[in-house]
């Protein structure tokens, strides 16, 4: 059973991804699931176990809408735009395919974010 869409389970990867990535940025250890999960919460509200629900499709579907999921997920992508370079974000894109054509045989997909919002946030 599919509670989430792939799209959703793509921007919910991408979503980690980018935080994993600024979180070692900063000099954290990889291994401190517990400071990462603080790190995300209190420093951009983002909601670690709600994005790993989504990335392992497990959850309860009748707690959110399609359309409150991809906007959640927005917001948050959102957040952590003014912190990523365009290779970070094209690197977590790959990773977000790669994982999805070994588990869902996936298309290709697309941030829940116009591409104009991207170019304009963006850190160079």
Request: no cysteine; hydrophobic share 40%; aromatic share 12%.
């Given at each position: 059973m ?9 921007n ?5 991804d980018?935080l994993?990535?600024?979180f070692?940025?900063?000099?954290h250890e990889?291994s ?6 603080t ?7 983002i909601?670690?176990?709600?994005i790993f629900?989504?990335?392992?499709n ?5 707690e ?5 999921t ?10 952590l ?5 365009k290779?970070?974000?094209?690197d ?7 994982y999805?054509l ?5 298309d290709?997909?697309?941030l829940f974010?116009?591409e104009s919002?991207?170019?304009q946030?963006?850190n160079p």
């Amino acid at each position: 059973m599919n509670y989430f869409s792939p799209e959703q389970q793509y921007n919910a990867w991408i979503i980690s991804d980018l935080l994993k990535q600024i979180f070692l940025l900063e000099g954290h250890e990889d291994s401190d699931t517990h400071l990462f999960e603080t790190f995300a919460a209190q420093r951009f509200g983002i909601n670690v176990d709600f994005i790993f629900s989504i990335i392992m499709n497990i959850g309860d579907p009748e707690e959110r809408t399609a359309g409150s999921t991809e906007d959640i997920l927005a917001s948050y992508l959102f957040t952590l735009l003014p912190f990523v370079t365009k290779d970070m974000l094209n690197d977590s894109m790959e990773n977000a395919n790669q994982y999805l054509l070994n588990t869902r045989d996936a298309d290709v997909y697309h941030l829940f974010l116009p591409e104009s919002v991207l170019h304009q946030t963006l850190n160079p």
